[in-house]
């Protein structure tokens, strides 16, 4: 069995994301609720993999958005576990955007996202 320290860093979870024409509005930037679902995605991606339970999405807080991304862009999300309870644990999720052809790179979206374990019935349940 891994420590709780050990399944923290092994759930660390980080996915690459292309900034195509149909995820981003009228100013051909990425459309803020997609982000919002990317986010969400690679912190529940994190949340499962470090419980290896059921999990659900119950709140969402501080999500900044610090600068527009353009279209043509590269995204890195990484989800981390910040915090462990009982039945729930917080996400800190931070989107890295990327020139396609330079090395230039910056934070540009950051927020948590809590999870609580559930089990069959629907019902919260010990996330370790």
Do not use: W
Not at 22 to 27: S, V
Not at 51 to 64: F, H, L
């Amino acid at each position: 069995m891994h420590t709780i320290e050990e399944r923290i860093a092994n759930s660390e979870t980080r996915i690459f994301k292309a900034v195509f024409p149909n995820t981003t509005n009228h100013y051909d930037t990425l459309f803020g609720g997609t982000a919002l679902h990317m986010m969400d995605e690679v912190a529940f991606i994190c949340a499962t993999r470090f419980s290896r339970k059921k999990v659900v999405t119950i709140s969402t807080d501080k999500i900044d958005f610090k600068k527009p991304i353009p279209e043509g862009s590269i995204v890195e999300l990484i989800g981390r576990i910040e915090k462990v309870g009982n039945t729930s644990c917080v996400v800190s999720t931070t989107m890295f955007m990327e020139d396609m052809y330079s090395y230039k790179r910056e934070q540009v979206v950051s927020g948590t996202f809590t999870f609580v374990a559930v089990n069959d019935d629907k019902k919260p349940t010990a996330i370790l």
